[in-house]
């Protein structure tokens, strides 16, 4: 195996996990044997910390997990933050004010628990998420994150929020798997990047000892402090040019087959 990788940082959604959203077998067992070859494995994702912790307890990880797109560090063995990045607290007033006055599926993330305002009732609600009528009356600090779904109050929170946040909150506009709007709302601060470094420097290592893998543009951060960095065959062209080689995409265990091939060098 080479000496140079000490460590895999992935994203999970497009990248470690199928179209189905679930761990492959073959993706598992390949970070399992980088763990067994002594490789430290870092889950980086847009997910809450709860909502990524299942595919962390499949591995067995104890180590740092880098959740919330990047406003998060959190040491899994001890569940203590090595970073915690919020909105602005000005900003969430605004944003959840707007969102009660509009038909919206919202999910803010602050501590332990999760907010969720959608309209009725809402199927599947993960653990630890918790559905209220305003969230302006049910928030008491901060949020990490927000996502707002819905074409009419993402196009609301771009015209009115956007022109005075724009250098301070990121607002990140994506499509859904299901064809919805959605808007990632974060501090200007936060990038998988700078978490990533703070997760090394956590395990007592540099980010040019990792390769790093993702499918979006919130992970080319991590790509420039990374060693090496993989892009998933169906991310697109922007993403793929900032990365160092193309894996075959996620629903070829992409991640699985360049891990194999890391640890044959």
Known sequence: MTTDVRAIATDLDGT??????????????ALLAARDAGLEVILATARWYRLA?????????????????GAEVR???????????????????ELFSLCDAMRCLAWIPFGEEVLMKGEGAVPNIPDGVRQVPSLARAAREAPRIALVQGSAICRAIQAELEPRWAGRVQFAASISSR???VLTLASAEVNKGAALARACDALGLEPG?????????NDIEMFRVAGRSYAMGQADERVKRAADAVAPPNTEDGVAVAVEALLGE
């Open 75 to 93: 040491l899994i063995g001890e569940g203590t933050d090595l970073l915690d990045l919020r909105l602005p607290a000005a900003f969430a007033d």
């Open 179 to 181: 064809g919805k709007t």
């Open 16 to 29: 470690l996990l199928g179209a189905d959203g679930e761990l492959s077998e073959r993706n598992r067992d």
């Open 209 to 217: 000892q990792v390769a790093a893998f993702g499918d979006a543009e």
């Open 53 to 69: 912790l299942p595919v962390a307890d499949s591995l067995g990880l104890q180590g740092p997990l880098i959740a919330c797109q």
